[in-house]
Structures are given as structure tokens and as C-alpha cells.
């Protein structure tokens, strides 16, 4: 039985690397992501708002069919975009997994009273998941 991991803010080179780890490693995971905002600005033309709230419809749609939801944080500003969708995340009761960059210092503390689980690098998410794979398909 394969799990549904649903990344969000995950840059497409690293979504192609946890992809395939996990189909060399053959981990029993199923990835899929989040629809990116392709608005360059800060504002939002009249003809794209269409378009946006699609956007958001579908991702709202593939997060609340994940098992998993995965969150890739980096900078500050990308941590608070991320924000509803978390909130959307604990809202639904979806295990949330939290990605932080190592390189960024250490991740905010009020990460680990929202996520099951904060891994520093792409291996130990993997790491974890397959773990908690196992466990659930046995």
C-alpha cells in the first residue's frame, strides 16, 4: 500500500530528488505537489484571479487526499506564505512533516508542537517516512 505525500514549497530540483531517492530506494510513497503561484508581482491582474482561485482549489483538493503533508521551509518570507496552508493541514488532521534547511540555523521551536516530525535534509524525511510506512502497512 503506497502513502500519499503531498509536498508543498518544494523548488522542482528537489522534487525530483526525494522522487528518485524514494523510487531507487523503492519506498512505498506516492509523491505529488503543490500548484505554484506564478504571479511575478505582488498584484493580482483581473484576469488571473480565475486562475488563482483554480490554483487554490486544486491544492486544497490534493492536500486533503495526502496521508502526508510536507513542508519544505527556507526563508522567513517563505515560511509565512506557507502559513494557511499548515493551518489547512491541522485543520484537516494531516500528519505535517516539516523540511528545514540546516544551513538557515535552527528551526523555530513551534515547528515541533505542529509536525510529527522536522527533518534537516531530504534523506532523513525519506528516513522517516519509509519508517513510519512500514509501521502503517505491516
Not at 519506498?27 to 508581482?41: G, W
Not at 515560511?79 to 494531516?94: C, F, P
Request: proline content about 3%.
Amino acid at each position: 500500500m503506497y502513502r500519499r505525500v503531498y509536498l508543498v514549497g518544494f523548488r522542482p530540483h528537489l522534487q525530483g530528488e526525494i522522487r528518485e531517492t524514494a523510487l531507487n530506494l523503492a519506498l512505498p510513497l506516492h509523491f505529488f505537489h503543490a500548484l505554484q503561484d506564478n504571479a511575478e508581482s505582488g498584484q493580482m491582474q483581473i484576469d488571473n484571479i480565475l486562475g488563482e482561485r483554480l490554483r487554490q482549489s486544486i491544492n486544497s483538493f490534493l492536500l486533503s487526499s495526502a496521508d502526508w503533508v510536507v513542508f519544505a521551509l527556507g526563508s522567513e518570507a517563505d515560511t509565512r506564505q506557507l502559513a494557511s496552508d499548515v493551518t489547512l493541514a491541522m485543520a484537516q488532521g494531516k500528519d505535517i512533516v516539516f523540511l528545514h534547511d540546516a544551513k538557515l540555523g535552527a528551526p523555530p521551536a513551534c515547528l515541533e508542537q505542529i509536525a510529527c516530525y522536522v527533518a534537516d535534509d531530504y534523506l532523513q524525511l525519506l528516513k522517516y517516512l519509509e519508517q513510519h510506512s512500514a509501521k502503517v502497512t505491516s
